[in-house]
């Protein structure tokens, strides 16, 4: 089965396991996904990630990250950039996502990498999602 959008599914898949409290979530792993949860990771948004090889297809596996008073450390997902609308920004015109709480995740020439590290890396793309 084919899905239209990975990415959303993506997301939609952590907002649920977030939402029914679960610690890990096994998401069908791509090379794209497993950058975004490196990012998620780097920024301190879910513990940890891992790539587990079942059968033929991979899984990645994410553990999630929540407060000491057991709330999520996300507290919301977004998706910026759809199958029928692509934003893309250059680097001038990256904005804080929540005042520099969150952070927006983009897809450079370079590689998945956070708004902030593009626009210090003067570089443009497109806008994945935003998280806070």
């Not at 950039?81 to 804080?96: E, G, N, R, T, W």
């Not at 998945?112 to 210090?120: F, N, P």
């Amino acid at each position: 089965m084919s899905m239209s959008d990975p990415i959303a599914d993506f997301l939609t898949r952590i907002r649920n396991a977030l939402a029914a409290g679960q610690d890990r979530v096994d998401i069908p792993a791509s090379r794209i996904k497993e950058e975004m949860c490196g990012v998620l990771q780097r920024e301190g948004f879910v513990e940890g990630f891992k790539l587990v090889e079942n059968g033929p297809h991979s899984v990645l596996r994410v553990t999630l990250k929540y407060t000491p008073e057991g709330e999520p450390v996300i507290q919301r997902l977004h998706r910026v950039s759809k199958q029928s609308l692509k934003v893309y920004v250059k680097s001038k015109d990256i904005k804080p996502v929540r005042g520099g709480l969150g952070i927006s995740v983009m897809s450079t020439s370079h590689g998945i990498m956070t708004g902030r590290q593009a626009r210090r890396a003067s570089l443009g793309g497109e806008v994945l999602c935003e998280v806070w």
